[in-house]
Each structure stands twice: as C-alpha cells, then as structure tokens.
C-alpha cells in the first residue's frame, strides 16, 4: 500500500527548532516530488516547501531560511528541519507526493507558544 | 505569486443536487490546476488532477475542467458524503498556492 507517516511535532518555545518526518512506503521518494503543506487551526491549506526528485529545493517566503526540507534515501524519508519558529507557524502539518502517487500523511501538530 | 479565487466560499445543497465551484487563477497555469477534498479531521484527498484527470478510486460524479485561467470543480448528483471543503491547488509556479476553499454543507 502507497503511504506516508509522519512523526515529530508537538509543543515548542518560539525560537526553538523542531524535525519532522514523513517515511514514504510503497514508493521511493528520491524518485518523485515531495512537499510539505501546513495548515493554521481553521483556516486553509498554506504551501511550504518541496524538495524534486533531483534534489532542488523550494520554500515560500513566510519561511525561508528558516526551514530546512530534506531526504535520506536510505530510509525513504523527507524531513522538514523547522528552526527560529514563530507563533505564527502553529500549524498541522502535512507532507504529501503530487503528481504520480497524489498521496498525503496524516499531519502531525506543531504548537509554538 | 499566482493568487487562486475560488466561489462561492460556503454553499448549502440538498442530496442530488449538481454543484459546481470555481477557481479563477491570477494568471494563466495551463491545466497545472489540482482539486482536493478535505473532511473534518481528515487530511486533503486528490479528486482531480492537472485541470481534468480522474484519479483511481474517486467517484465518477467528481469532474473537473478548464484551462489558463478558469477552472470548474462538478459534483454531480450530490451525495450527502460529499459534505466537505474543497481547495484548488497551483503547481505552474512557484510559489505553489491554494485558493481559500469552498465549504459544502448539506441540508
């Protein structure tokens, strides 16, 4: 079965740093494009990051050089380095393939306060 | 930044009924148009990809269409399981972005 699961978030200080991870099952995600997309409490859907299958790597404004998207091959998995976090980015986040696979984790929460 | 508009924000329909939602693009993105359904506390799922590409397993009443500008999500015969928001999603440039969505309450 194609799936992603998530791990990490939780409640952090702003200013604190925070990994989270997406392990892809069923696909290999050096393969494919890879995003990350977060969600505020009741309100849409926000784009973040994405990383391509050659390794370029994107960010919107509201968190670049800040956040840090990556992959290790080996364990089939995209992570998203979270650093200097703000109130603001208290949010469920999401990572998701699109395109090939259309898939999307479960969401994990991060809470900066 | 292409800014996606989508309307109407929130829609109240009966069971049966055709509906359809809109998302107008700020500048023209081919058919790099995606349309999500996402139920409360439940992740988005595809619907339709790049403009009008049906997804397996999605049911045949969800359609979509358009290109460069202007895009139509199409639910036909509405059923009451269909009671969601739904997002349209950029992938022509980056920033990639979502319009605000469009929430569906069934009567």
């Known amino acids: 079965e194609v799936q992603l699961v998530q791990t990490g978030g939780g409640l952090i200080q702003p200013g604190g740093s925070l990994r989270l991870s997406c392990a892809a099952f069923g696909f290999t995600v050096s393969n494919n494009y890879m995003n990350w997309v977060r969600q505020a409490p009741g309100k849409g859907l926000e784009w973040v990051s994405l990383?391509?299958?050659?390794?370029?790597?994107h960010y919107a404004d509201s968190v670049k050089g800040r956040f840090t998207i990556s992959r290790d091959n080996s364990k089939n998995t995209v992570y998203l380095q979270m650093d200097s976090l703000r109130a603001e980015d208290t949010a469920l986040y999401y990572c998701?393939?699109?395109?090939?696979?259309?898939?999307w984790g479960q969401g994990t929460m991060v809470t900066v306060s | 930044e292409i800014v996606l508009t989508q309307s109407p924000d929130f829609q109240s329909v009966t069971p049966k009924e055709r509906v359809t939602i809109t998302c107008r693009a700020s500048?023209?993105?081919?058919?790099?148009l995606y349309w999500y359904q996402q139920k409360p506390d439940q992740s988005p799922k595809v619907l339709v990809k790049?403009?009008?590409q049906s997804l397996s397993g999605v049911p045949s009443r969800f359609s979509g269409s358009g290109s460069g500008t202007d895009f139509t999500l199409t639910i036909e015969s509405l059923e009451a399981e269909d009671a969601a928001t739904y997002y349209c999603h950029q992938r022509s440039s980056l920033p990639e972005t979502f319009g605000q969505g469009t929430k569906l309450e069934i009567k």
């Open positions: 500048q023209s993105i081919g058919t790099r």
């Open positions: 998701s393939q699109t395109g090939a696979f259309n898939i």
């Open positions: 990383i391509y299958s050659g390794g370029d790597t």
């Open positions: 790049e403009g009008s």
